[in-house]
């Protein structure tokens, strides 16, 4: 099994800047596929980026191309979202979630979640 904790979330204003982290803990946790979630109010879960175990491959959704990055550290278990140029639209729960597919899944593990909130 394995166990993920994400980290970093909070306000931020438009066309600010937030890095999420998403630890990882458990069996063979470096060898899965990554993804970041989002869900925000009133609204489904989407995929908002993915990369493979890796770190070769990665996926974007097409509302943050070239404004989110996503990387991981195998030595440190962490895989990060780095977010930039925030819009209040990316207002919203965050999530990681792991995957032997990539890029869309299944997914089998989740974490809690972080809130990320951009104000106008």
């Known amino acids: 099994q394995v166990q993920l904790v994400e980290s970093g979330g909070g306000v931020a204003q438009a066309g600010g800047s937030l890095r999420l982290a998403c630890a990882a803990s458990g069996r063979t946790s470096s060898s899965y596929n990554i993804g970041w979630f989002r869900q925000a109010p009133g609204k489904e879960r989407e995929i908002v980026a993915a990369?493979?175990?890796?770190?070769?491959?990665?996926y974007y959704a097409d509302v943050v191309k070239g404004r989110f990055t996503i990387s991981r550290e195998n030595v440190k278990n962490t895989v990060y979202l780095q977010m930039n140029s925030l819009n209040p639209e990316d207002t919203a729960v965050y999530y990681c979630?792991?995957?032997?597919?990539?890029?869309?899944?299944?997914?089998?593990?989740w974490g809690q979640g972080t809130q990320v909130t951009v104000s106008s």
């Open positions: 979630a792991c995957s032997t597919s990539f890029p869309l899944g299944p997914y089998d593990y």
């Open positions: 990369i493979n175990w890796i770190g070769t491959r990665t």
